[in-house]
């Protein structure tokens, strides 16, 4: 097959591929597949949140802008990004055992076959890490609330989405 027709092919099926996850009209219903997330009044990351949303909420599609979904969630409107969702009614949120969406280090992660039973099995063949372990797991429990994180990154100089 020449160069050509084999990116054409290429360009055709990532365009299918991703159409099936993109709503396709208003009104469509969406899950938030994210723990925790915000819906907000502008299409950015530290914009004010109009709304918490947690893992399982139903919205209503209303438009998309690149990585930007406006929705509304009982009677607020506002934005998320599209990665903290999913239109798909199968979805198996984190609650049920799987997600929709995972991030680069769960993907990495799972590459390696790492999972919460390799994890129970490591801990046990491996006494001597479980101070490391309770570390980490009460790292894993902070939470810092995202004025204080804009804040910090402000005090530090450093660039905070649509200042």
């Known amino acids: 097959m020449p160069t050509a027709n084999r990116w054409t ?3 055709c099926a990532l365009i299918c591929l991703g159409a099936g996850s993109i709503p396709q009209s208003q009104g469509d219903t969406l ?5 925790q997330t915000k819906l ?8 004010p949140g109009v709304q918490d949303l947690v893992e399982g909420d139903k919205l209503e599609f209303l438009a998309k802008e690149g990585a930007w979904i406006s929705a509304r969630y009982q009677q607020t409107t506002g934005w998320l990004h599209g990665s903290d969702v999913t239109e798909r009614k199968d979805v198996r949120l984190s609650g049920q055992g799987v997600r929709e969406t995972y991030t ?12 919460p039973q390799v994890e129970r099995q490591y801990r046990l063949d491996n006494p001597a890490l479980n101070a490391a372990f309770a570390q980490v797991d009460a790292l894993e429990k902070v939470h810092v609330d995202e004025n204080e994180l804009r804040t910090f990154l402000q005090q530090g100089g450093l660039t905070v989405e649509g200042k």
Do not use: L, S, W
Request: net charge positive.
């Open 104 to 115: 680069a280090a769960e993907t990495g992660a799972a590459k390696k076959g790492f999972n």
């Open 9 to 11: 092919v290429v360009a």
């Open 31 to 35: 899950i938030v597949t994210r723990k």
């Open 40 to 47: 907000r009044a502008q299409k950015r990351v530290f914009a």
